[in-house]
Structure formats: structure tokens, C-alpha cells
């Protein structure tokens, strides 16, 4: 009776999701993080529902089946413009963005009143090395530091300290691809000692994210600048809500992605910078370090070249952008923070030249030719190699530091097609 | 009598106490092994987490029983520094000055600097 009562409680609350991000995945998230009755958790294990959204590649079906295994049951699954992995045929799949938060509350009412069983495990349950009842502590070896309790050996000073001398024990794992504080698709060993990065190596890069079409178009035929400049100014939003949730302060990374969404030449920024300075965005610690020398930012481009004082942006050789006014805002240092602040600058100017175009009579670029995405120029690749700076940039920073290092740059970018499944993916308002 | 309610009151409220902890009531099923694994999105551990690890507050600590022990003194010492007069105060110029020893080694840490 009381359970039964509790079910009906616990099936009306918010639903608990973890978003597992496959290629375009991110599309998803947007309309849901601003969607009342559904909570984003960082945890599978805080998880009602798994939301698979956008392609996952062959190779991590693996790292899939880990994270799928590890939500508590009951659990369930939807997967959004994405095929169910073997073994799921009874998962719940759907394809448009409209229906998506409506899916995933009525999987959680399913669930938590019984109607719907749990989703099967996909791992056999045994454990990662049989379990050795040896030494002083049945952990399968001699001395408190032998033996491989629960199938994996302790954590071994193998490395010399590289922070102040003081030497901890090294703990090597390898995090991703589905990390939700790291771009999807990016997976890496790492080793650490304390909190201090001995050690980053990328075994996978982060999935292409996909750009607004406008870009596509305006590598084709000329387009009206105040809506290029909408784009540009509504990428660099999102980006901004996905470290301001890093940093703890979701609530301003909301005001940020509502921002994006009533996008207008009209809008203004002036709000949200007064409230990120008055959180104290600006001056978190964690914003210090992660300078990239003068070649990194070159090769990387974009506002994090820009944040290194380096002059270099396609919209100077449009003749209608100089019309406009147009000149590169430029920061200096090349930090993580000069990145923030390059970043804000960048949205004032999207959203001025925005505003000027339309003044102008709703002026165009002047033809197709160079075009400056918002992650910098246009490439017809993605840069493969855009996340090989980390392995020599993290080792050495503190875990905080890296983190927003890592969310400060555009390691995902470099793809103006939409990928795989995501052909016609519009976008719900 | 009085005693006899409060034995009985005692026994029913031991008595409800155990048959919550009842163990056949209380038994959940283990978590399988790919949940007792930690959540590395994906990724898989080489080693346990079970391991030496930087407290970063540790200078944190040190100032406090700097502190602390000059506080601990000072009461008792201001009980009697109008009896004993110039000697109480040499003998706490003495102890401050070996603590004051203990403020620079934290200040040379950095225990100042807020982060």
C-alpha cells in the first residue's frame, strides 16, 4: 500500500536522465535542459532513464553497454535518432525532437508504476578477475598494498611527483567516451597523483558537432549577415551553458540557453555578463592556467586564436563586413579566462553586426569565398587533431583547471555538414 | 506499576526496534559487479582509488593550532598576570615568540593566500 503510494509520488516527480551523447547528440539536450519535468544528472546512477541520443560508433558500443549496465534498477532506455544496441529490441526509440520530454515522463511513469519492466542487463555479472582469498586481509596478496582485491590492484607510486615533491600514488583510468564533463566521444587514459594530471593520452576525439546550416549555406550563395551573426552568437551561448554547468552554476547557464533560443538582433547581453560577474564566474580559480602558446592557438583558430591577441578572423576580407564596421576583437594571454571574456566579446559583436545589417536593409555577405565558423575559419575536413593539445597542455594542472580548460575549447568543432542521422534534424523553438 | 509500564513500554519500543532491523526485511540484493565499478563514463580503472592523496588544507590545520595553543594559554595566563607581574610576561613573550615561529613556517606555506 505504501509503496504502491510512494510509486505514484516518485512517477509525478521531475524524471531523473542521464544523456548519453552519441554524433548530433546535442541536439537533444538543448530543448531538455529547459523542459520542466526532467532533471539532467551526471551520474547514471542518480538515472531513471537513459537517454541515448544521436549515433554512438561501433567501437564504443563497449563503453555504452558499461554505462547502460551501471543505472539502478528500474531503469529504462529511449533512444533518440539512434539505433537500440542488440538485446534492447523492446527500448523505446524516437525520432522527433517534439515528443522527446513527453517520452521520457511517460517511461518514467511506466516505470515507477509497474506497467514497464526494467531494461535487461547487457554485461554478464561476474566479476573483472575471479577473486583470490589471500594475505593478510583475504585481498589475494601480502602486505596491504598486494593482491588484486575485487580483480584490480592497488594504486602503485609509479611516477615521481611533478607538483611540489611530495609523492602520492599514481591512478591511471581511462574516462569516456560518455564523461558528461568532457565533449562526447572524447575518451582518454589519464594519470593522476592527487588531484595534479601526470599524464593525459586521447584515445578517441570528440565527436564532430554539427553547425548551424546557415554556415553550409553561406559556403554556397551569399547570406543575410544579421542571421549568420544570430548563428555564430547562439553556438557561442550554448557553448557558455555547458561550463557555466561545470562550474556549478546551471541556474545562469539556463538564462544563457533561453538566450540562444529568443535569440534577435534586438537582444542584449548586458544582463547576463552583470549576473556572470556577479557570481563570480570571472574570478573562479579554476579559470587560471590553460594558456596555449602562440602555434596551438594558430593551428586551433577561432576565438581561442583570438584570445591570444593573434589578428585572424575570414570576416575581414568581406567587403560587406567592412562596410559594417567589422574589425577582430581581440583579448590577450590566451587563458582559459581571456577565452570567457573573448567569448562574451564575440556575442556583443555577433549581436551589433546583427543589429547593423538589418539597418542597412538586411545586408548579405558578398559571396561565397572564406567563412569564419564560430570555432574559427572554415574547414573542409574536421581538424582530426583538435584534442592532441590537451596531451601536452593538462599535465601539470590541477583537475578543476583542466576541466574548464577543456570546456573552454572548441575540441568538437570543425563540421559545418550535419553528421550521420542527423540530415534532417530540426531543431525544436 | 510505574515501573512495569516503563518495562513495557521499553520491551515494545526494543521489541519494534528489532523487527525493523528484521534481516530477512532488511535484504536487498548486491548490486551487480558493472555497478560496484566506478562511473568513469565508459572507461574502466587499472587500480583501486584506495590511495595516498594530497589534503590541500593541510596548512589550513597547521594555523589553526597556532592559534589554538596561544588562545589555550592566554585565558589561564590573564588569570594570574596580575599576581606574577613582569615574570607572567616574559613567560609570554617567550611562548609567542617560539608560536610566532610556527606562523612564519605556515605564511612560507602559503596558508595566507586565498584561493
Known amino acids: ?253 539556463l538564462k544563457a540557453l533561453r538566450l540562444a533560443r529568443e535569440l534577435t538582433p534586438a537582444s542584449h547581453l548586458d544582463g547576463l555578463r552583470r549576473q556572470l560577474t556577479r557570481a563570480g564566474f570571472f574570478r573562479l580559480a579554476a579559470l587560471d592556467g590553460g594558456a596555449l602558446d602562440a602555434e596551438t592557438a594558430r593551428r586551433l583558430g577561432g576565438p581561442a586564436a583570438r584570445a591570444a591577441g593573434i589578428d585572424t578572423d575570414r570576416r575581414s576580407d568581406d567587403a560587406h563586413y567592412r562596410r559594417l564596421g567589422f574589425r577582430p576583437a581581440l583579448g590577450r594571454g590566451g587563458d582559459t579566462r581571456a577565452r570567457w571574456h573573448q567569448k562574451l566579446a564575440e556575442i556583443e559583436q555577433s549581436l551589433a553586426l546583427a543589429g547593423r545589417a538589418v539597418d542597412e536593409g538586411d545586408l548579405t555577405t558578398v559571396g561565397p569565398g572564406g567563412l569564419e565558423t564560430p570555432c574559427g575559419p572554415w574547414r573542409e575536413r574536421p581538424a582530426q587533431d583538435a584534442g592532441g593539445c590537451l596531451e601536452a597542455l593538462l599535465p601539470g594542472m590541477e583537475w578543476d583547471s583542466a576541466l574548464a580548460t577543456i570546456a573552454s575549447l572548441d575540441l568538437a568543432e570543425g563540421s559545418a555538414s550535419p553528421p550521420p542521422g542527423e540530415a534532417h534534424a530540426e531543431e525544436p523553438q | 506499576m510505574e515501573l512495569l509500564t516503563l518495562l513495557a513500554v521499553l520491551l515494545i519500543a526494543l521489541g519494534a526496534g528489532l523487527a525493523l532491523q528484521w534481516p530477512a526485511l532488511r535484504r536487498q540484493p548486491l548490486p551487480g559487479y558493472s555497478q560496484r565499478a566506478p562511473f568513469l563514463g565508459g572507461g574502466t580503472p587499472d587500480s583501486h582509488a584506495w590511495n595516498r592523496y594530497h589534503i590541500r588544507y593541510y596548512p589550513m590545520t597547521l594555523l589553526l593550532i597556532a592559534f589554538e595553543m596561544e588562545m589555550m594559554f592566554m585565558y589561564p595566563w590573564a588569570v594570574v598576570f596580575v599576581e606574577k607581574g613582569l615574570m607572567a610576561v616574559m613567560e609570554m613573550g617567550m611562548f609567542l615568540a617560539i608560536l610566532s615561529v610556527g606562523i612564519v613556517y605556515a605564511w612560507r606555506e602559503g596558508v595566507f593566500k586565498w584561493q
Do not use: C
Not at chain 1, 30 to 51: E, I, Q, W
Not at chain 1, 166 to 174: E, I, P, Q, Y
Not at chain 1, 188 to 205: K, R
Open chain 1, 1 to 253: 500500500m505504501a509503496v504502491s503510494w510512494l510509486g505514484r509520488l516518485a512517477a509525478r516527480a521531475p524524471v531523473p536522465v542521464y544523456p548519453l551523447l552519441g554524433i548530433g547528440g546535442e541536439r537533444a539536450l538543448y530543448p531538455l535542459a529547459l523542459a520542466g519535468r526532467v532533471t539532467r544528472v551526471d551520474s547514471p546512477r542518480h538515472a531513471s532513464v537513459l537517454l541515448v541520443a544521436g549515433h554512438v560508433p561501433v567501437h564504443h558500443h563497449e563503453a555504452l553497454k558499461r554505462v547502460h549496465d551501471q543505472l539502478p534498477r528500474p531503469f529504462a532506455t529511449l533512444w533518440f535518432r539512434s539505433q537500440p544496441l542488440p538485446g534492447l529490441e523492446n527500448a523505446r526509440r524516437v525520432d522527433d525532437p517534439a515528443t522527446l520530454t513527453d517520452e521520457l515522463v511517460a517511461l518514467h511513469r511506466e516505470l515507477q508504476t509497474g506497467q514497464r519492466g526494467s531494461s535487461p542487463r547487457l554485461l554478464p555479472d561476474e566479476p573483472p578477475n575471479p577473486w583470490e582469498g589471500l594475505g593478510d586481509d583475504g585481498h589475494g596478496g601480502e602486505g596491504m598494498m598486494g593482491g588484486t582485491p575485487y580483480g584490480r590492484p592497488m594504486a602503485m607510486n609509479m611516477q615521481d611527483d611533478i607538483r611540489d615533491g611530495l609523492t602520492l600514488d599514481s591512478l591511471t583510468f581511462r574516462l569516456g567516451p560518455f564523461y558528461p564533463l568532457l565533449p562526447p566521444g572524447l575518451a582518454a587514459e589519464i594519470t593522476l597523483q592527487g588531484d595534479v594530471i601526470q599524464s593525459w593520452t586521447n584515445q578517441s576525439p570528440a565527436y564532430p558537432r554539427a553547425l548551424d546550416a546557415v554556415f553550409q549555406t553561406a559556403r554556397e550563395r551569399p547570406v543575410a549577415i544579421a542571421e549568420l551573426e544570430l548563428a555564430r552568437a547562439r553556438h557561442h551561448l550554448r557553448h557558455l551553458y555547458r561550463a557555466l554547468r561545470l562550474a556549478g552554476l546551471e541556474g545562469l547557464g
